[in-house]
């Protein structure tokens, strides 16, 4: 069956990371945790593309890819304690050098449609971190208006999985978390 002159039902969204927001939280633990800082991390380097498929939503897919040397610390504290942070997280904890893009992948996703161009999904992708690939669900709200698509959510992952080693300070007694909490709100307009 030929699909000349058939209506394409897939649409191309280019990711804005400018018009964009993405932040980790890491939170403090141990003996001395109460004097610990529980950084919050700005994730300002990123770009991809949503592909959303308006016949079937569930058939849609992204890829994000994020330059991992961008990460930085943005919480009201010392320089100097900023650059400790920063040295630590990108010489220690993601070894940014050795791995400097982090990649999500997700082709597999569950929607439910919550009102006109409105949805709530689930994606089911790949994340790529520190050089170990696993699967990730990622939970998001999703709304589509005329050229622009605009996702917003929360995730968490355990460092652990990814072979990253929870950073830690004051001989041990101030230490990061296994968990990390992530929040975004991603803006992405219609390819031409």
Not at 52 to 76: C, H, N, P, T
Not at 93 to 108: D, G, M, Q
Not at 125 to 141: D, F, I, K, Y
Not at 142 to 157: I, K
């Amino acid at each position: 069956m030929s699909t000349v002159g058939m209506p394409q039902t897939s649409v191309h969204y280019l990711i804005d990371g400018k018009k964009s927001t993405f932040t980790l939280r890491a939170f403090a633990t141990g003996l001395l945790s109460a004097f610990g800082h529980s950084p919050t991390i700005a994730i300002p380097d990123f770009d991809g593309q949503i592909t959303v498929d308006q016949e079937a939503i569930e058939r849609s897919s992204l890829r994000l890819v994020i330059q991992a040397a961008s990460l930085s610390d943005v919480d009201d504290i010392r320089e100097k304690d900023r650059d400790e942070i920063n040295r630590t997280m990108h010489g220690e904890a993601l070894e940014s050098e050795s791995y400097p893009e982090i990649f999500y992948e997700c082709s597999n996703v569950s929607a439910e449609k919550t009102g006109e161009g409105q949805y709530r999904i689930t994606l089911a992708g790949e994340l790529t971190l520190h050089g170990v690939q696993r699967s990730q669900p990622v939970a998001a709200r999703v709304a589509l208006n005329g050229d622009l698509l605009r996702a917003t959510g929360e995730f968490s992952l355990r460092q652990s999985d990814y072979e990253i080693r929870p950073v830690s300070a004051a001989g041990g007694t101030i230490k990061l978390k296994d968990e990390l909490k992530f929040s975004f709100d991603i803006s992405a307009r219609k390819q031409a």
